[in-house]
């Protein structure tokens, strides 16, 4: 059983819902990955999903984009993403982590290449919002043969036939984007998002669902926590980073973290 399945099992046995925080590798300072992702999980994360850095991302906010920026001037690499979280294996082996990005990293290291060096690092998922499931049935087989969940994106627009498209080669979970938009934009329509998950569970099965794109506080979060298996934060926290002293980011971070783990889990 992969960690990303195990940590939805272990949570259903619990009834409670995955907390999956986004940050970008490299952000606010390239050396910062692996004390933040461990300070993500003190305050409750159970995925942890790591921005691969993108000259040109289509899908984030601004938010996310200066973070991607910040990362880039550092010099922060797919190479020293795999190494952040080979570093964070080093003291975690439970806490699955997926890396979310975009294709040119990817197909400039060479798809087998990034294959063996994620499955390495200890790479549990991967999520590249570019590689459309109609075009990425053999990335996902060779993501499958390395141990690695292929997750994708589904949003309020998405049809039937990608809903089915992405049920036939996902793992891990589904990732819905709740706004049509970018991320950190919007307002979030709980029973809207709820009606169009049922209609995404009618379709995928079992395979887990989760929500990010507006989500901003342990309020919303606990509303989607009502009708998602997991809830999925971003900008919210890289906003926090942002406005922090110097060398304090890793601590706002878990201590927003930690608030949304506890509104997630009030009975």
């Not at 795999?82 to 003291?91: D, I, T």
Request: one cysteine or more; a neutral charge; aromatic letters at 4%.
């Amino acid at each position: 059983m992969s960690r990303i399945a195990a940590v939805f099992q272990r949570l259903a046995g619990q009834k409670r819902k995955a907390l999956i925080p986004f940050v970008t590798a490299g952000d606010p300072a390239a050396g910062d990955a692996v004390a933040l992702m461990h300070a993500l999980v003190r305050a409750g994360a159970d995925v942890i999903e790591l921005g691969v850095p993108f000259s040109d991302p289509m899908a984030d906010g601004p938010v996310i984009q200066r973070a991607s920026e910040r990362a880039l001037r550092a010099g922060v690499s797919l190479d020293d993403v795999l190494g952040c979280v080979a570093g964070f294996r080093k003291r975690d082996g439970e806490t699955a982590v997926v890396l979310m990005g975009y294709a040119n990293p990817i197909e400039a290291m060479g798809a087998e290449a990034f294959a063996r060096g994620a499955q390495a690092a200890g790479v549990d998922g991967v999520l590249v919002v570019d590689y459309p499931p109609e075009e990425s049935a053999e990335f996902a087989a060779l993501m499958r043969r390395h141990g690695i969940d292929m997750i994708f994106l589904l949003a309020p627009t998405s049809t039937e036939a990608r809903i089915d498209q992405v049920a036939r080669i996902a793992s891990g979970y589904v990732y819905y984007v709740s706004l049509t938009g970018v991320t950190g934009a919007g307002h979030l329509d709980v029973a809207d998002v709820g009606a169009k998950l049922a209609a995404i569970r009618a379709r995928t099965g079992r395979l887990p669902l989760g929500v990010g794109f507006g989500i901003r506080d342990g309020e919303s979060a606990r509303a989607i926590g009502r009708v998602a298996d997991a809830v999925v934060i971003g900008s919210r926290i890289i906003q926090e980073m942002e406005q922090s002293p110097q060398g304090a980011a890793a601590e706002r971070a878990a201590a927003l973290l930690r608030g949304i783990r506890e509104a997630l889990d009030r009975p």
